[in-house]
Nanobody, 122 residues
Framework: QVQLVESGGGLVQAGGSLRLSCAAS????????MGWFRQAPGKEREFVSA????????YYADSVKGRFTISRDNAKNTVNLQMNSLKPEDTAVYYC???????????????WGQGTQVTVSS
């Protein structure tokens, strides 16, 4: 059993930065690939980024590549998403997820956090 709690969301102007964190409970954290997804109002949830168990492999949606960086600290049971050069279209609720059941990019992850709101003003 893994519980995920996101933090770090907020309101930022376009061009600014935010750092999202996801704290995981449970001793099995290091076994799971982790992902970040987002959902904007009226839109489907979409893949943002993912990281392998060791952190050696990372993946990004084309829309965030070069601006966002995912990282994890298995000793602290955390995964982070550094978001730079934010755009209004990045506005969404961001979710942390663990244990993908159908590859990194599908939203078929077994564990989900409650989400954190990111709002980017123009």
């Amino acid at each position: 059993q893994v519980q995920l709690v996101e933090s770090g969301g907020g309101l930022v102007q376009a061009g600014g930065s935010l750092r999202l964190s996801c704290a995981a409970s449970g001793r099995a954290f290091s076994r799971y690939p982790m992902g970040w997804f987002r959902q904007a109002p009226g839109k489907e949830r979409e893949f943002v980024s993912a990281i392998s168990q060791s952190g050696g492999l990372t993946y990004y949606a084309d829309s965030v590549k070069g601006r966002f960086t995912i990282s994890r600290d298995n000793a602290k049971n955390t995964v982070n998403l550094q978001m730079n050069s934010l755009k209004p279209e990045d506005t969404a609720v961001y979710y942390c997820a663990a244990d993908p059941r159908r590859g990194y990019f599908s939203d078929m992850y077994y564990y989900w956090g409650q989400g954190t709101q990111v709002t980017v003003s123009s």
